[in-house]
């Protein structure tokens, strides 16, 4: 599987927590907002892991709104969601591109977007040989 590591589109912060473990990797942490509860939320750094911890628990097709924890500006895109509408949000990987996903629990959409096709996808290409 392949690992992210990703941070905030708008200060940089890397998302990536060494403290604390999901998949047996750090962990990513945002912090989130749920039907106007506010807490902290942790995804996977493997791509194509939908597991995650929350501080509660968040009812499935519940919109999380996430955000930076470094800077709190909202990482909502202006992209939606192909599968369910709705919004998707948007964090930078950190070999270049972006990484955009589904802020509706439950929804399994993402999009990989690369800006240099060529110096962006390399980093992928290169652990694709390495497997």
Do not use: W
């Not at 907002?33 to 807490?39: A, F, L, Q, T």
């Amino acid at each position: 599987m392949l690992r992210l590591h990703v941070g905030c589109p708008h200060c940089d912060t890397s998302f990536n927590d060494p403290s604390h473990l999901i998949d047996d990797f750090p962990s990513i942490l945002l912090k989130m907002e749920v039907d106007g509860r506010k807490g902290f939320i942790r995804l996977s750094t493997l791509y194509g892991s939908y597991n995650l911890e929350s501080e509660f628990p968040i009812p499935q097709g519940s919109l999380v709104n996430l955000y930076c924890r470094s800077c709190g500006k909202s990482l909502e895109s202006t992209r939606k969601c192909d599968l369910c509408g709705a919004p998707m949000a948007k964090m930078k990987l950190a070999s270049g591109g972006y990484i955009q996903v589904c802020m509706r629990k439950g929804c399994k959409k993402h999009v990989l977007e690369f800006e240099d096709i060529d110096g962006d996808l390399q980093p992928f290409v290169d652990i694709q040989l390495m497997d």
